[in-house]
């Protein structure tokens, strides 16, 4: 199993850029597909990122060419680089780990969320 906190949401300005930062504890960090998603008020939680263990990458369609989602094996840490933010990305964003990447459904350790509100 494996432990997730997440860091770095914040409130910014449309057009702005933001970077979360996941941090996660356990051994076998490095073997687990690590995700991205996201749920806003009133809204289902909804896959947004994610990356397998030798990087591999998958978006959903509304943040491919603005977001970016990285790892760092050794700091036992995954990234998320958000630019240009649109009011829509407005959510908690939550941090996941999995087993395959291409399977966000497949996603079963969650950290705590870390809030991201973008202005007009």
């Known amino acids: 199993q494996v432990q997730l906190v997440e860091s770095g949401g914040g409130l910014v300005q449309a057009g702005g850029s933001l970077r979360l930062s996941c941090a996660a504890s356990?051994?076998?960090?490095?073997?687990?597909?690590m995700g991205w998603f996201r749920q806003a008020p009133g809204k289902e939680r909804e896959f947004v990122a994610t990356?397998?263990?030798?990087?591999?990458?998958f978006y959903v369609d509304s943040v491919k060419g603005r977001f970016t989602i990285s790892r760092d094996n050794a700091k036992n840490t995954v990234y998320l680089q958000m630019n240009s933010l649109k009011q829509e990305d407005t959510a908690v964003y939550y941090c996941?780990?999995?087993?395959?990447?291409?399977?966000?459904?497949?996603?079963?350790?969650w950290g705590q969320g870390t809030q991201v509100t973008v202005s007009s």
């Open positions: 990356i397998s263990s030798s990087s591999f990458t």
């Open positions: 996941a780990a999995g087993a395959y990447y291409r399977d966000p459904s497949g996603f079963d350790y």
């Open positions: 356990g051994r076998t960090f490095s073997r687990y597909a």
